[in-house]
């Protein structure tokens, strides 16, 4: 197991491809000059030891060298050490809606990117509790099974996207119906579901399956994302927006936030309807439920003792710009002799 300790310095990557387009065109604008100059032909006899293929091998140990050392920046963490260790907390699931009206704007950056930042705001701020997640639009499926693995969560939880079910609408109800699979310990005092939607667009009667659920012992809490104005559903390519998605008559459809359906479902199943448009208030009124929870004793294992490897990346980038600096661009005697580039014709 491994783990990324600062991963926004992978940002520094982007360098790379912009040094290789500028070293294009420097080789392009050098070239265009020389010709100007003199031919290649008198060129050579100007400077016999100068290599061709030197410089271009300089500036690939550099941008290695550069890449070597963003890595170290970025610390790759591997855990050598799996151990069991007791917790004590609550199982979380989460639902989130990634049917298409959660590609709406109307709460920046739309519908689906705010539910995933909310999430992982609560998961920042949990401390021993299990989580899990439920990806649902016209059906439900698993995305994450519960676990105490924070970072995989997250991992996960960042490629949700709306096209990862072909059925489209919101089926509350699946969702409802496949969390209550999730809370699979019997002793477990306190079982939570989190549903993060606009709750629009939804089919069957919420209120019987929510109360199904209570019965288990599952509280739910839904957080609604979006506005009662609405906004129109972007249809993008490439990440542009083309259009936006219309009706068969021709209008622009608007989908607009559907509070009752999601104060229903909490009202059924002991729970509360949340607000989510402002991140900081959501997380902290979810943090003040879970810590006012019954908490549970559990085993968990876990990888311990992470161990950073930046040393090696850091060790290798060190080496790479010492062997740039140390590698003129001048040909080599002994690699002269050799030929193995046809620098020079008998």
Do not use: C
Not at 74 to 100: Q, W
Not at 150 to 179: E, P, R
Not at 271 to 279: Q, S, V
């Amino acid at each position: 197991m491994y783990i990324l300790e600062e991963e926004k310095y992978f940002w520094l990557l982007l360098i790379i491809p912009f040094l290789v387009v500028l070293y294009a065109l420097l080789l392009l604008w050098k070239k265009r000059s020389q010709k100007q100059f003199a031919t290649p032909g008198m060129l050579q006899k100007l400077s016999p030891e100068k290599s061709r293929f030197k410089p271009g091998l300089k500036f690939a140990i550099l941008l290695l060298a550069l890449a070597s050392l963003s890595m170290a920046l970025v610390n790759p963490k591997i855990g050598n050490k799996m151990e069991t260790v007791t917790r004590e907390g609550v199982d979380v699931v989460f639902a989130i809606d990634v049917s298409k009206s959660m590609e709406a704007e109307d709460i920046a950056p739309n519908r689906l990117e705010k539910s995933k930042q909310l999430v992982t705001q609560i998961i920042n701020n949990l401390v021993g509790d299990r989580i899990g997640i439920i990806a649902y639009a016209g059906s439900a499926f698993p995305q994450l099974p519960i676990t105490t693995d924070y970072a995989a969560a997250k991992m996960f939880l960042q490629a949700m996207n709306t096209d990862m079910v072909s059925s489209q609408g919101t089926a509350i109800n699946d969702a409802i119906d496949l969390a209550t699979t999730y809370y699979n310990d019997a002793d477990q005092t306190s079982k939570v579901l989190f549903i993060i939607s606009d709750g629009e667009d939804h089919f069957g009667e919420v209120g019987p399956t929510a109360r199904k659920a209570a019965e288990l012992g599952i509280r739910i809490f839904t957080i609604g994302v979006g506005t009662i104005k609405g906004a129109p559903i972007p249809l993008k390519k490439n990440g542009i927006i083309q259009s936006y998605k219309k009706d068969q008559n021709g209008e622009t459809v608007i989908t607009r936030m559907n509070e009752e359906t999601l104060k229903e479902i909490a009202a059924n199943a002991n729970g509360k309807y949340i607000e989510g448009n402002i991140t900081s208030e959501v997380t902290s009124e979810v943090t003040e439920i879970l810590q006012n929870m019954d908490k549970t004793e559990f085993e968990a294992n876990q990888f311990a003792d992470y161990q950073s490897q930046y040393q090696w990346f850091l060790g290798f980038g060190i080496l790479l710009l010492l062997l740039d600096v140390f590698l003129l661009e001048r040909k080599t005697s002994w690699v002269k002799k050799m030929n193995l580039f046809n620098e020079h014709r008998s």
